[in-house]
């Protein structure tokens, strides 16, 4: 029998709330280069806010979503962080159906959450390069007048990005990601094919 971790619906939620700027940010289509980081997520945030209204259907808004994932993020990345020191133990068939499975895991945890910021607008605060990253500092705030701090981590240049974490309050979704992953499998006898089985499961319910 597969268990669920008692605090996987508290991560879906945590998941959707710290990373859904994500979606606000880029909109289908969008063009996405720009002269500089700053202005790169200050233009597709704008955008992003203004496509993505409370009218759509959910099923355009997590589509909308999954393309984002598999264009703009750095999905390799992510899932290798994410799966940590259990890769060793995925067969190559079942390193495949990770990668198919935790994007859209991700996408439908996300789109759970689109009406809590709508309607939102973004400021960019300042960037600084770490290493191969550059971190882009923002700030949105909602209709209500909440304001939530959003630090984006993107790899490449000449207007030309990656996404490869994004942090919120100082919590990295990546590691996130991985902590819940480390959760599930050593909850189901340490076995990597847990893992499958419960984002499978996941998915699911969240459809």
Same mark, same amino acid.
């Given at each position: &029998?597969?268990t669920?971790?008692?605090?996987?619906?508290?991560?879906?939620a945590s +998941?959707?709330?710290?990373?859904?700027?994500l979606?606000l940010a #880029?909109?289908?289509? $969008?063009?996405r $280069?720009? !002269?500089?980081?700053? !202005?790169?997520?200050?233009?597709?945030? =704008?955008? @992003?806010?203004? !496509?993505?209204?409370?009218?759509?259907?959910?099923? *355009?808004?997590?589509?909308?979503?999954?393309?984002?994932l598999?264009?703009d993020?750095?999905?390799?990345?992510? @899932?290798d962080?994410? &799966?940590?020191? /259990?890769r060793? &133990?995925a067969?190559?068939?079942?390193?495949?159906?990770?990668?198919?499975?935790?994007?859209?895991? =991700?996408?439908?945890a996300?789109?759970?959450r689109l009406d809590d910021?709508?309607g939102?607008?973004?400021?960019?605060l300042? %960037?600084a +390069?770490?290493?191969?990253?550059?971190?882009?500092?923002?700030?949105i705030t909602?209709?209500?007048? %909440?304001?939530?701090?959003f630090? #984006?981590y993107?790899?490449?240049?000449n207007?030309? /990005?990656?996404? =490869?974490?994004?942090?919120?309050?100082?919590?990295? &979704?990546?590691?996130?990601?991985r902590?819940?992953?480390?959760?599930?499998i *050593?909850?189901?006898?340490?076995?990597?094919?847990?893992?499958l089985? +419960?984002?499978?499961? *996941?998915?699911?319910?969240? %459809?």
């Amino acid at each position: &029998m597969i268990t669920l971790s008692p605090i996987a619906s508290r991560f879906r939620a945590s +998941v959707a709330a710290g990373a859904l700027a994500l979606l606000l940010a #880029w909109p289908a289509g $969008a063009a996405r $280069a720009a !002269a500089d980081p700053g !202005a790169f997520i200050s233009t597709v945030s =704008t955008e @992003g806010i203004a !496509a993505l209204g409370t009218s759509l259907p959910s099923r *355009e808004r997590f589509a909308r979503l999954d393309r984002l994932l598999h264009d703009d993020f750095d999905i390799s990345g992510i @899932g290798d962080f994410a &799966m940590g020191r /259990y890769r060793r &133990m995925a067969t190559a068939q079942e390193e495949q159906e990770f990668f198919k499975v935790y994007p859209e895991f =991700t996408a439908r945890a996300l789109s759970l959450r689109l009406d809590d910021f709508s309607g939102a607008s973004v400021r960019v605060l300042g %960037n600084a +390069v770490d290493g191969d990253e550059t971190i882009v500092n923002t700030e949105i705030t909602r209709r209500d007048g %909440n304001r939530v701090r959003f630090d #984006w981590y993107l790899t490449g240049s000449n207007g030309h /990005y990656k996404i =490869t974490d994004i942090s919120v309050g100082g919590v990295s &979704m990546r590691l996130a990601l991985r902590n819940q992953f480390a959760s599930w499998i *050593e909850n189901n006898g340490g076995r990597f094919d847990a893992l499958l089985v +419960v984002l499978r499961q *996941e998915v699911a319910a969240l %459809n």
